[in-house]
């Protein structure tokens, strides 16, 4: 089986195969362009006949759940990442499966991280033929090198469920590592030593694979409450020592930014937001688990005080911060999608204001309208932006992928999508004339915050109307784009390979660019 | 190391914005340089043509050149090169990046120096995004915050950022090392139009005259017209002695600076954050200011953390008379202007007295009055000052006259 065949030019310009992994692929089309037509894919029926009636599901051990799930060569398995760096199953799953000698696996993780660097040697091996999901670090590295046997697919996280829900993807085993579950597969991920808040990125896994297990190193009796992952859907469970490390399940990387620039950007955001009318009583927001993004909620929490106002609702990535905001009624709602700290782990399990979402309900972009379009602004990451407002976050401008999408491009539909970014990293302007990868169209991308300046989307008319006598730094994406090039040089094109080595997917499933390889 | 191989610069996992580079004078071979950077595939021709530039500018002919490179811009990369030359070759032209127009400008002998940016002079990730947070002047600095074996290269790093680095209208100070050492350093910011020199350590009028004489030397030979000003640093107990013979030593004295670590130590005695020890110093460091007619900023406060301990050190200081204070983290610096700046009592005091002085300009009057007290012209003038300063820091609108 080829990698990719036929290429062809999609509606943003970029070249992308028709055919990924033997199946074909609609092109990007543009924005709500291609509309889906049929039924959604469906597991197989069961029978209560089949499982034991007194509800325990439970197997010694995950190879012998894995075996009785019929693992063989070309299989999709999938898990998800709530567990983040701590992880401790995704790797067990392949060192058993290449253990029984079972080859050219598909791993379809909701993320994957560092953590998962030994399963280099099963893509080396041939045990796993690739990864349909984000690859960051040495994954990444491998895969921009060119030397996966099959071709990377990312996809958000909206696009993960839509994937899977209309059959795009089919899992053949859902293995669902859980912090609390009972032998029935009850499962959830507030209680336990390896507690992550909830475990909606496996709620498609559940739903749709054909086998689902369940591994837990906290058995309870039957029931297991709350049931975030409903056992009805469960297979088999599998009781172990240990299924993460907690100390790296939340993880150092959502402590607020002391860099005084990137609180710069995060004070000119707040600001950007109170002059432009955003932040108001009722309002909603949803801003990542960066540094800067964390300092923007600080600021956001700080105005609602003063004026005595408060948030609606406020979109997780949860984290201390963003509890206090609840526990202060600044917010009367997070519907949270990962809890990133313990805080936001006992607010899930204790406070009913502080609800556990998954990509469906949030993200999904084939169902009947989701949360994302509904959410006043949206604070967000990039590795690079064009002059036409598109953006990157996948690849870095040396061409090498080293992050996955989450659920960046889904949030890109919120009423107001604000990108803080710094002006330069390194010597690497962030501005380019094109975007290396694109992953977000320009016109879903409103403003790009900088320590030297703002740039509103031309399309934005009412926002540059709002600012028109703002005291902040408003200004042309052009000129940011020549402020950075003077400071740091003009850069070169990075001297890509020809060959693709991954395709990035849009929300509705459509091919919206490719990842070539690096020439190393 | 044998005389032949130079090395300048950093490296290492937390560098950014700078690079190690080793220059070895070769036989023959020609010039072959080796660039290893983490922007090689957006810059590393960028970075070849520049290293090979300089080479040959100072005829380098043959030459093993290795950069190590974390993401230096090229002023950088330029003053790392020529400082590892200038190690191996004995060479009197220097390879001079542009100056910016935006760098052109001259300051006033008594603009605000509420907040002054203390910059390592050998960091440049630190130099790079200082202007972006405003403070009122920047010191790029030689003296303490440079290694004794870095001093050389600094002042390659140094020259190259006065020129090429927009500090967004900050004033441009450089902190010189001590007299008479520091006197070279001047060969490397006089021409390059160097707002204001700090001069650490002062003691006499006479250091000041000799740093006086040596910018002029210099501005002679090069024809260098813009003013530099001076700011001398009290650190020492002679130095609090002669505060005043200092203060009035030159004409372009424009602020003494006093440097409370050096200073206590002098004293055989230990900081404290009540600051008693230094309470007779710093009185007089404001007595001799005032009676020359210029500025006094006060010492840095050193635990950036301590956002509380700053503020309640500034409002101390400020009710001591000080003009403003040195910042060693650029969050210090909001901080710093909120703080010395003045009040709403003092604005609204302020407000006032110029809109009685005005009046009574417009009604032709030569004596201003507020209710049924007479308003001297120094006070207005300070009241004007007030405004001022309140309209740069924010706190009070520029079109206050319209407002209620």
């Known amino acids: 089986m080829k990698k990719y065949d036929q290429l062809v030019t999609n509606a943003a310009g970029r070249i992308v195969p028709a055919i990924v992994n033997g199946k074909s692929q609609t092109p990007y089309m543009g924005i709500g362009k291609f509309r889906p037509t049929g039924n959604k894919a469906a597991p197989p029926i069961a029978t209560c006949a089949d499982y034991p009636a007194d509800g325990n599901k439970l197997v010694p051990t995950l190879r012998d759940a894995l075996i009785r799930c019929g693992l063989r060569n070309g299989m999709t398995i999938s898990t998800h990442h709530h567990f983040r760096d701590g992880d401790l199953i995704a790797n067990q799953i392949f060192d058993i499966a290449h253990d029984l000698g079972v080859k050219d696996l598909m791993w379809f993780p909701s993320a994957s991280f560092p953590c998962h660097a030994p399963l280099i040697k099963y893509l080396e091996d041939g045990t796993i033929n690739r990864i349909e999901g984000s690859m960051n670090g040495p994954l990444g590295k491998f895969c921009s090198e060119g030397r996966m046997k099959g071709l990377g697919v990312l996809r958000s996280h909206g696009g993960r469920y839509q994937a899977v829900q209309d059959g795009d993807v089919h899992i053949d085993i859902a293995v669902i590592a859980a912090p609390s579950a009972d032998p029935f597969g009850n499962a959830n991920g507030v209680d336990g030593q390896a507690a992550c808040g909830l475990l909606g990125f496996a709620l498609a896994d559940s739903q749709y694979a054909d086998k689902v297990i369940v591994v837990t190193d906290n058995l309870v009796p039957f029931p297991c409450i709350p049931w975030q992952i409903h056992g009805n859907y469960v297979d088999y469970t599998v009781k172990v020592d240990r299924v993460g490390i907690p100390e790296k399940i939340v993880s150092g990387t959502t402590q607020i930014t002391r860099s005084p620039d990137r609180l710069l950007i995060a004070e000119m955001t707040a600001r950007f937001c109170e002059q432009a009318g955003i932040v108001r009583d009722g309002f909603s927001f949803q801003a990542g688990a960066g540094g800067t993004a964390l300092s923007i909620g600080i600021y956001f929490a700080d105005l609602l005080r003063e004026r005595n106002m408060k948030a609606r609702f406020m979109r997780g990535g949860s984290n201390k911060y963003l509890v206090k905001m609840l526990e202060e009624n600044l917010g009367e709602y997070i519907l949270d999608g990962q809890t990133f700290d313990l805080d936001g782990v006992r607010s899930m399990r204790e406070n009913p204001h502080h609800v556990n979402t998954s990509p469906f309900t949030s993200y999904n972009y084939h169902g009947k309208g989701n949360f994302a379009s509904m959410v006043d602004v949206v604070i967000l990451g990039a590795t690079e932006v064009d002059v036409n407002f598109n953006a990157n976050v996948v690849t870095h401008s040396d061409g090498y992928l080293l992050h996955g999408i989450g659920g960046w491009q889904n949030c890109l539909f919120s009423k107001c999508t604000i990108l803080p970014i710094p002006l330069f990293r390194d010597r690497i302007p962030v501005i380019r004339d094109e975007v290396t990868t694109l992953c977000g169209p320009g016109e879903l991308i409103d403003v790009i915050v900088t320590e030297r300046g703002i740039a509103i989307n031309p399309k934005r008319e009412d926002l540059i109307e709002k600012m028109k006598d703002s005291d902040l730094p408003i200004k042309t994406i052009g000129q940011l784009k020549d402020e950075a090039e003077k400071i740091c040089g003009v850069p070169a094109r990075p001297d890509l390979d020809d060959e693709i080595v991954a395709v990035v997917k849009w929300v509705d499933g459509t091919v919206i660019d490719s990842v070539r390889k690096v020439r190393t | ?376 012209p120094p006070v207005v003038k300070r009241a004007m000052k007030t405004i001022a300063t309140a309209v740069k820091i924010g706190k009070l609108s520029q079109n206050w006259r319209e407002e209620a």
């Open chain 2, 1 to 376: 190391m044998s005389s032949n191989i130079a090395q300048v610069g950093n490296k290492g996992e937390r560098v950014r914005s700078d690079c190690f580079v080793t220059l070895e004078l070769t036989e023959s071979g020609g010039l072959v340089i080796q660039p290893e950077s983490k922007v090689k595939a957006l810059f590393g021709k960028d970075i070849l043509r520049l290293a090979r530039e300089v080479l040959e500018f100072f005829d380098i002919r043959h030459a093993r050149l290795t950069i190590e490179d974390s993401g230096a811009l090229s002023f950088v990369l330029a003053a790392r090169i020529e400082a590892a030359v200038k190690r191996l070759i004995s060479a009197e032209k220097e390879f001079l990046p542009a100056m910016i127009p935006e760098n052109e400008y001259q300051t006033a002998r008594d603009r605000q120096r509420i907040s002054r940016l203390y910059l390592p002079g050998n960091t440049p990730s630190l130099m790079i995004n200082a202007g972006i947070h405003h403070p009122d002047g920047i010191i790029l600095d030689l003296e303490d915050a440079v290694a004794p074996d870095r001093k050389y290269e600094a002042r390659f790093l140094v020259r190259n950022a006065l020129r090429h680095l927009n500090f967004y209208g900050a004033e441009r100070m450089v902190r010189i090392n001590q007299v008479p050492k520091g006197l070279d350093d001047l060969e490397f910011l006089v021409p390059h139009n160097v707002n204001l020199i700090l001069v650490p350590k002062c003691e006499s009028a006479e250091q000041i005259h000799q740093v006086n004489e040596r910018i002029l030397q210099i501005s002679k030979r090069l024809g260098v017209k813009a003013s530099i000003w001076l700011m001398p640093i009290i650190e020492s107990a002679l130095g609090v002695v002669k505060a005043y013979e200092i203060a009035t030593a030159a004409e372009n004295v424009v602020s003494l600076a006093i440097g409370l670590e050096d200073y206590t130590a002098d004293l055989g005695t230990r900081r404290t954050v009540e600051g008693t020890e230094s309470f007779f110093a710093r009185c007089q460091l404001v007595v001799a200011c005032r009676a020359a007619g210029i500025q006094a900023i006060d010492s840095v406060f050193s635990d950036v953390d301590d956002m509380e301990g700053l503020r309640q050190t500034i409002l101390r200081s400020k009710a001591l008379g000080y003009d403003g204070m040195g910042c060693i983290h650029p969050r210090q610096i909001r901080v710093i202007h909120e703080n010395y700046a003045p009040d709403r009592d003092e604005i609204e005091k302020a407000k006032k007295i110029v809109r009685a002085f005005e009046e009574a300009e417009a009604k032709g009057l030569g004596v201003v009055s507020l209710g049924s007290k007479m308003i001297d």
